[in-house]
């Protein structure tokens, strides 16, 4: 099992910014990947960004240029640091481990973007 706990979300003004953190904890001994999602009310839960345990990235095109992905290795620590938020930035953020054969999630962090 792997739990994840995150932390960070809040309200900003559009512009401003925010820095999530989710720790896991537990059974995380393998290669993994480690990434956020987000669902804003009446849309699909979407890829904001990921990183491998190797340090590999992938980001969302809304989220390209403004927001980026780092880990710490040693702490188990994913962070995701949102700049120049807009208002379509707002949604549940969720915190994402997967490995070849697991897959868990944190309970979501809000984010409100006001205009």
């Known amino acids: 099992q792997v739990q994840l706990v995150e932390s960070g979300g809040g309200l900003v003004q559009a512009g401003g910014s925010l820095r999530l953190s989710c720790a896991a904890s537990g059974s995380t001994f393998s290669i993994n990947l480690m990434g956020w999602y987000r669902q804003a009310p009446g849309k699909q839960h979407e890829l904001v960004a990921a990183?491998?345990?190797?340090?590999?990235?992938n980001y969302a095109d809304s989220a390209k240029g403004r927001f980026t992905i780092s880990r710490d290795n040693a702490k188990n620590t994913v962070y995701l640091q949102m700049n120049s938020l807009k208002p379509e930035d707002t949604a549940v953020y969720y915190c994402n481990w997967s490995s070849r054969t697991r897959n868990y999630w944190g309970q979501g962090t809000q984010v409100t973007v006001s205009s």
């Open positions: 990183i491998s345990s190797g340090g590999s990235t």
